[in-house]
């Protein structure tokens, strides 16, 4: 009860921030997949209405803790199903990795194996603010180029999203076994373009939430595309607060895109600490299967513009010099001298 009482005032800044944003949620889906590999950290945006993905890997471990006298390997997979539906802005996530972890008491040796869910959660992603909904912003300077991919301070300007979900401990998990079943959890994410090949992500999570061991967590992320653009780099940084485990992390790595809706990736980091002293690195892959399809809107709802160029008044008398939509001036002119030759004949 004590921890829940401390983490209460957190807990209701976070909601204040989610309900204070303005909803203005307008989802990017692209012709290319978007996936939140080789990192942690998570997108701002969702994968589209209509669309399944999967982001899995294997990972290895190495982790030490001098104080202890322990030293052990860890061995897992990770598995991470996205789906979109109902709106463009909304994403269900299901987030698992299974570790078997090899334990060495160097002081008594003694071995011994554990193994479980070391992350088993769901949870729900909506867009709330994207800044790129205004199509003026996004509009290209057709005169200079350096317009175009120059850093602008509007960039800093980020797309923004909420998270709510939980965090689940089924059976008896060796890696929590004081935690509920389940456990409530909630996250900000923003998702920054700094120019045309930067782009910055950071994740602000609350985890655990009314439990013995609530934790804080944050991340902060920096993907480059090179001049090819099936290849990225990344570098991240994650930070864990809790009384049962703190720490810094960093990690780096690099991804290839061998078609638009299939990516693979491999990454490596350590901590920066010696209890314990941790190195790790995973190899995973992105596919999505893609059943997303563009809203059909109605004439009678749509906009003036917004399918093509307006209509002028008059545009259809055949005395009008004012061409029709798609047709040139002076093919209108030829036109209008055929239809009055027919009228005289």
């Known amino acids: 009860m004590d921890a829940a009482r401390r983490t209460n005032p957190l807990l209701r800044s976070l909601i204040f921030l989610s309900l204070a944003l303005p909803v203005l949620g307008f989802s990017q889906y692209t012709e290319v997949i978007n996936s939140n590999r080789p990192g942690l950290s998570v997108s701002a945006y969702a994968v589209g209405k209509g669309v399944f993905q999967i982001e899995s890997g294997f990972l290895y471990e190495q982790r030490d803790h001098s104080d202890l006298s322990q030293e052990s390997t860890i061995m897992g997979a990770e598995l991470v199903l996205r789906y979109g539906f109902f709106k463009e802005m909304l994403e269900v996530t299901y987030e698992g990795t299974y570790v078997q972890q090899d334990i060495t008491f160097t002081a008594f040796d003694l071995n011994e194996k554990r193994s479980d869910f070391s992350r088993n959660r769901l949870g729900v992603k909506y867009l709330l603010y994207d800044p790129f909904k205004n199509p003026e912003r996004s509009k290209p300077n057709l005169y200079s180029w350096r317009a175009n991919n120059k850093f602008q301070l509007r960039d800093l300007v980020p797309a923004v999203s909420v998270y709510a979900g939980a965090t689940f401990n089924l059976g008896d998990n060796p890696f929590y076994p004081e935690d509920p079943i389940v456990a409530p959890r909630a996250m900000v994410a923003t998702q920054s373009s700094l120019g045309a ?147 005289k004949d």
């Open 197 to 343: 090949r930067l782009v910055l992500i950071s994740n602000l999570i609350y985890d655990r939430i009314g439990t013995d061991y609530p934790e804080m967590e944050y991340l902060v992320s920096l993907s480059h595309a090179f001049k090819n653009p099936k290849w990225s780099v990344f570098v991240e940084n994650q930070g864990i607060k809790s009384d049962r485990y703190s720490d810094i992390l960093l990690r780096t790595g690099v991804a290839h895109l061998f078609s638009k809706s299939f990516q693979a990736d491999l990454n490596v980091g350590a901590s920066f600490k010696s209890t314990p002293s941790r190195m790790f690195g995973s190899l995973g892959f992105s596919y999505r299967f893609d059943f997303h399809q563009d809203e059909i809107i109605s004439i009678d709802d749509q906009k003036a513009g917004q399918n093509g160029a307006s209509i002028k008044r008059n545009a259809f008398k055949d005395d009008s010099d004012a061409a029709l939509p798609g047709i040139s001036k002076k093919k209108m002119r030829k036109l209008q001298r055929k239809a009055k030759k027919k009228k």
